[in-house]
T-cell receptor
Framework: SQKIEQNSEALNIQEGKTATLTCNYT??????LQWYRQDPGRGPVFLLL?????KEKRKERLKVTFDTTLKQSLFHITASQPADSATYLC????????????FGRGTSLIVHP | GAGVSQTPSNKVTEKGKYVELRCDPI?????LYWYRQSLGQGPEFLIY????????DSGLPNDRFFAVRPEGSVSTLKIQRTERGDSAMYLC?????????????FGPGTRLLVL
């Protein structure tokens, strides 16, 4: 069956360090992968999208990598701040550019001052 | 509008009652999605509209759930004979609906509690 895996345990890091979150998937051939941020009681907010033919994408302090061989995406936040504390969700299409992304359960990031 | 809006923000109802949840997408967005999210889980797809028609309703859990988008803008998710297991956050998202424009813009959600 198709599956998306994100660490269920919260990631705790110190302010200023780089946070790295992982999204693994099985039995998918996604055309793209997205990362969203979600704060408690709020809707997800889009951060970055990376396509299958892209290895890496950056936006300010954020960096996403996409390895279609390993079936893995890594999401990095450099120079992390307490305001970065939130749940980060990865989402990908089932195959071939579907308009319906499937979401992982998300990983909670806690940045300590 | 400035963003996706959803009403009500919270809804408490009794088991067996009927509820309607409303979503106002971003103006001009042709694609509209409904998701359900339980605590500690990611959003679970329910239904996707492209314009007025439901392009994919494969995520609706059973026939108690129904959604409409009669004019291709506002959408209403309707739940009949609510059950306690329907309690969750219901999220709506919209997107331009064009190839290469897969970003989804989410609303704040409606938190539904069935007693």
């Amino acid at each position: 069956s198709q599956k998306i895996e994100q660490n269920s345990e919260a990631l705790n890091i110190q302010e200023g360090k780089t946070a790295t979150l992982t999204c693994n998937y099985t039995n998918y051939s996604p055309a793209y992968l997205q990362w969203y941020r979600q704060d408690p009681g709020r809707g997800p907010v889009f951060l970055l999208l990376i396509r299958e033919n892209e290895k890496e994408k950056r936006k300010e302090r954020l960096k996403v990598t996409f390895d279609t061989t390993l079936k893995q995406s890594l999401f990095h936040i450099t120079a992390s701040q307490p305001a970065d504390s939130a749940t980060y969700l990865c989402a990908l299409d089932l195959s071939g550019g579907s308009y319906i992304p499937t979401f992982g359960r998300g990983t909670s990031l806690i940045v300590h001052p | 509008g400035a963003g996706v809006s959803q009403t009500p923000s919270n809804k408490v109802t009794e088991k067996g009652k009927y509820v309607e949840l409303r979503c106002d997408p971003i103006s001009g967005h042709t694609a509209l999605y409904w998701y359900r999210q339980s605590l500690g889980q990611g959003p679970e797809f329910l239904i996707y509209f492209q314009g007025t028609g439901a392009a994919d309703d494969s995520g609706l859990p059973n026939d108690r759930f129904f959604a409409v988008r009669p004019e291709g803008s506002v959408s209403t998710l309707k739940i009949q004979r609510t059950e306690r297991g329907d309690s969750a956050m219901y999220l709506c998202a919209s997107s331009p609906g064009l190839a290469g424009e897969e970003t989804q813009y989410f609303g704040p959600g409606t938190r539904l509690l069935v007693l």
